[in-house]
């Protein structure tokens, strides 16, 4: 069988993780249900291989050829020449549970089903499936094609060989991979939470105001971007949805409970970049 990635969702994760795996040389079937995700998929990565390319990171043939590594498609049984999918769809188990029903049916036997998740049990993930020892997670961080850290995550029943190939995957992707256990929000997302709540509490209680907030954390703190800043390229309802997931895994233990404003802001559909208004406004260029 062909060394094939199969990516299913192409939003900004998916997207991101279909041109990392293009760009180490591998064919890409990126899978969505919309049609029009797959085609904002599609824009974006162009854009990502020109600005590489206008930075010097990446020559023009090295572009291009990444480009035509990638297949995109509504039709779920084209994943099945994949020896690995990874499942980049929105942060909710019972979505992720389906997806992978369908893909433990759709694939060959021998083939890996990693997932992005930011903070679900794997475990719970591969119990839902047949191949639960070749069930793995695999957590990126926005933006993939930038960012070299990834989390590989074993499940009670990912077998060391899974894990073994996932790592040496990761690597062949440029990334670093560092292995964490299968607890909620992992390593980063769990250490993240008390940088996003407690910056929320500042706010709410009026204490200081988001851009104060996030200048102190870079100025004195050494930080690239403040708490706010984050959030707003990450995404607030995927924060708020992270945020919910671990609070909820960890029997609503009250240091990582939500902040009423995460709530508040995805109920105005003030997301962030993605839709140009978040802690802060961005313009067309910017978002």
């Known amino acids: 069988m062909a060394n094939i990635i199969g990516v299913v969702g192409a939003g900004t994760m998916g997207n991101g993780i279909a041109q ?49 590594r990638i297949q995109t498609t509504v039709d779920f049984t084209l994943l099945k020449k994949s020896t690995t999918v990874i499942e980049a769809a929105v942060e909710r188990f019972d979505i992720k549970k389906g997806i992978f029903q369908r893909l433990d049916e759709t694939l060959q036997h021998e083939s890996i089903i990693a997932t992005n998740t930011s903070s679900l049990s794997i475990t719970a993930l591969g119990a839902v499936t047949k191949r639960p020892d070749r069930v793995v997670g695999m957590h990126f961080f926005n933006p993939a094609h930038i960012m070299k850290l990834v989390e590989i995550i074993k499940g009670q029943e990912t077998s060391h060989t899974t894990v073994s190939r996932i790592t040496s995957l990761a690597k062949e992707f440029g990334k670093t991979p560092v292995l964490a256990s299968d607890t909620p929000g992992f390593i980063v997302n769990r250490v993240a939470r008390p940088f996003y709540g407690e910056a929320l509490r500042l706010l709410g209680e009026g204490v200081s105001d988001a851009a104060e907030i996030d200048r102190i954390v870079k100025k004195s703190g050494g930080f690239k971007m403040g708490p706010f800043e984050l959030m707003d390229l990450i995404g607030i309802d995927v924060n708020l949805s992270v945020s919910k997931s671990v609070y909820e895994q960890y029997f609503h233990e009250s240091r990582y409970r939500p902040h009423p404003i995460q709530q508040q802001m995805v109920d105005a559909n003030l997301l962030g970049r993605k839709t140009k208004r978040g802690f802060y406004g961005y313009d067309s260029e910017e978002a």
């Open 20 to 68: 990392v795996a293009a760009l180490a040389g591998y064919s890409v079937i990126l899978y969505d249900i919309e049609q029009s995700a797959l085609e904002h998929g599609q824009k974006e990565i162009g854009k990502n291989l020109e600005k590489g390319v206008a930075k010097k990171k990446l020559t023009v043939k090295q572009s291009e050829e990444a480009g035509k």
